[in-house]
């Protein structure tokens, strides 16, 4: 308790320090106006706006509190174009669309906006709480992972991500190994091989972070919103008067922190996040409602679930990537290349080896959540007139800001190249249902996995009965297992619960 | 059937992955009982795997998008590799005005506007970038002048 107590307190002196204090509120800001943005979430804003935050050679623990800050800035700004627009910034605000969009319809909106700043806020607080009270535990029992016990770690994450995320498991595990290939180019570090660079010289140190991570997200966020605006128009609704009440929080206390909770925990599995969060929480509460069947027609429960779960899913998410080096989120795997790219390695031994970073960025979340709590119930206004930018120029921002950010780090016009060829990629992708985050996912993990991988069959002399010789590992793979069985088990008994419904027998 | 022929696309690059993890990357002297080809080899196989039941079982057939849809992206996709080409040798002021002038004009902006719109984002990106943020930007054909 005493070294929690010291470390938060190390955390607050440097998040407070005045240039990252500027720095949380300023991507706060910043991510709040980019998740406001039709159609780009935070994973896209992240992937924007890194190379820009690593351009100005900031400190790692600033540029890191200042990714992070518009992490949830944006995760928090979603909720803006889904109840105002009906079009949700990524997958983790689809469900606030469900009920947000209904009030502002019924001339609620000013309602819907507070009362979802607030579940917000009380759901990233949450998540924040429980990562100091849980994350250095986690990381000293972290630091006793073995190599093959890390190997056991990888398969549980890419078992969680196969079962958990996207419609399709194939496709899911697909994007996984794309993202391990792509991260198997270059020189191997063992042995000083070279590995598919054909003899080009612009890969031999492998293929940049930056690059695959702003041509698979910012450049096919860009072919996208020239696909929608092919479509048709947006047009916003009208912010009123209306404001979220006491008794209105009173009838969403205990709907707030059921969602708080089940999204801190769902944030924590790898590579789920936002979206299976919210939309857990959504289903949790009708469920759980006596009358469920309001929700999806502007019911306040509605809104508050999902905005308290995806927003403490994006604490949670954060917990995995501090403690064992693994990302909880697409998003998150954005901030853990980016903590690579100034060369802090993410991990168990972060927070005694760099507890500037990773206290650091702790406090910078509790100073963070309070900070768009102040700007957003104030400035919602101003959020929603970003809103009317009109698009034609809006989008060629886009494009213009990923070739800035690739080439003022890099400083390579092939790149400019590859993340167009990647963002046609990326977006023919996503027109095929395949998701991108766990594309970034492999990318990200894929040296950490091999390496461990050979790292433990060395250690055993090429004997694989290493990698399940410790209990770590064991109960790792029995949970890898379970996470994969367990949907597939659900899903027969709820189709042959359905089958019985449907026979003559029980219709009789 | 578009779902089909990207899962054929990969299967055909994964095939290619696969042979050459087994038969040009090979260490001279090796380490660990792994070597630099186990890892790919490993990696290609689930991929031949996945591609390949993708290939089998596809579930989207279409794009679903209409023909003027479609000129628009690829318009769009012009003028980014146009973007790239130019960005060096004409420079950030140069390549930006164009390509965000021709980009505002096809979503729609009138031409005035779309032009003021890419002389506007071409100077204040450029010195913005460089004057105060201290990034990178090429000058190109204005090098002389900046």
Redesign the interface.
């Known amino acids: 308790m005493d070294a929690i107590i010291t470390g938060l307190g190390q955390g607050f002196a440097t998040a407070l320090a005045p240039l990252n204090l500027f720095l949380v509120l300023a991507g706060c800001f910043c991510g709040t106006l980019i998740g406001a943005l039709p159609g780009i979430g935070p994973i896209n804003g992240v992937a924007i706006l890194l190379p820009i935050a690593y351009g100005f050679g900031l400190p790692p623990e600033s540029a890191i509190i200042l990714l992070a800050g518009i992490y949830y800035g944006a995760e928090y700004g979603g909720r803006i174009s889904s109840i105002l627009l009906n079009v949700p910034g990524d997958a983790g605000a689809v469900m606030t669309t469900l009920d947000g969009n209904p009030m502002a319809k019924k001339g609620e909106a000013g309602r819907a906006l507070s009362l979802s700043a607030i579940a917000s806020f009380v759901g990233g607080t949450f998540a924040v709480v429980l990562l100091t009270a849980f994350g250095p535990a986690l990381a000293s029992y972290a630091v006793t992972f073995s190599p093959s016990d890390y190997v056991a770690l990888m398969v549980f994450a890419f078992a969680s991500l196969a079962s958990l995320v996207g419609s399709n498991p194939v496709k899911t595990l697909f994007g996984a190994v794309i993202g391990l290939i792509l991260a198997s180019v270059g020189i191997d570090a063992n042995t000083g091989v070279e590995r598919y660079t054909f003899g080009v010289p612009d890969i031999l140190a492998g293929i940049d972070f930056l690059v695959v991570v702003i041509g698979l997200f910012g450049m096919a966020e860009l072919i996208t919103l020239v696909e929608h605006q092919a479509a048709g128009t947006l047009k916003a609704l009208k912010i009123d008067k209306s404001f979220v009440s006491m008794s209105d929080l009173m009838r969403v206390k205990w709907t707030i922190l059921r969602s708080a909770i089940i999204g801190f925990f769902i944030g924590i599995l790898p590579g789920t996040g936002a979206s299976v969060a919210s939309a857990v929480a959504y289903g949790t509460e009708k469920r759980v409602a006596k009358d469920g069947h309001l929700l999806g027609t502007g019911d306040i429960r509605g809104l508050a679930a999902p905005e308290a779960a995806n927003n403490a899913a994006a604490g949670g998410a954060m917990v995995p990537m501090l403690t064992l080096g693994i990302p909880g989120s697409g998003t998150t795997a954005i901030l853990l290349g980016a903590l690579l790219l100034f060369n802090v390695t993410p991990g168990p031994l972060m927070f005694t080896q760099r507890p500037e970073i990773a206290w650091g960025l702790i406090a910078s979340m509790y100073i963070g959540n309070i900070a768009l709590i102040i700007i957003n119930l104030p400035l919602v206004g101003l959020f929603a007139r970003m809103l009317t930018i009109p698009q034609q120029y809006l989008t060629p921002l886009i494009g213009v800001l990923a070739f800035i950010g690739v080439y003022s780090v890099v400083s390579n016009p092939h790149d400019l190249f590859m993340i167009t060829a990647l963002g046609v990629f990326g977006w023919i992708m996503r027109k095929l249902n395949y998701s991108l985050a766990p594309v970034i996912l492999g990318f990200v993990l894929g040296s950490l996995f091999e390496d461990n991988l050979r790292r433990a069959l060395s250690i055993s002399g090429g004997d694989w009965l290493i990698l399940v010789e410790s209990w770590n590992a064991v109960v790792l793979y029995v949970l890898a297992i379970l996470v994969v069985v367990l949907p597939i088990l659900a899903s027969r008994r709820r189709a042959s619960a359905l089958a019985e419904g449907d026979s003559p027998a029980t219709q009789a | 059937m578009?779902?089909r022929l990207?899962a054929g696309v990969?299967f055909l690059v994964a095939l290619g992955?696969t042979y050459?993890a087994f038969t040009a990357?090979?260490?001279p002297?090796?380490?660990?009982?792994?070597?630099?080809e186990s890892?790919?080899q490993l990696?290609?196989i689930?991929?031949l795997l996945?591609?390949g039941?993708?290939f089998a079982r596809p579930?989207?057939a279409s794009?679903g998008?209409?023909l003027?849809?479609w000129g628009?992206?690829a318009i769009?996709?012009v003028l980014?590799?146009g973007?790239?080409e130019l960005?060096?040798p004409a420079g950030?002021i140069v390549a930006?005005f164009a390509?965000?002038s021709l980009?505002?004009l096809m979503?729609?902006?009138r031409i005035l506007p779309?032009l003021g719109?890419g002389a506007a984002?071409g100077v204040v990106?450029f010195f913005l970038?460089t004057r105060v943020?201290?990034?990178?930007?090429?000058a190109g054909v204005f090098a002389a002048y900046l």
């Open positions: 578009v779902d990207f990969l992955y050459i990357i090979k260490a002297f090796q380490y660990d009982p792994l070597g630099p890892w790919p990696l290609g689930v991929a996945c591609s039941y993708l579930e989207v794009f998008l209409k003027p849809t628009r992206l769009l996709v980014l590799f973007y790239a960005f060096r950030f930006t390509f965000c980009l505002s979503l729609g902006a779309a719109f984002t990106g970038c943020l201290e990034l990178n930007l090429p």
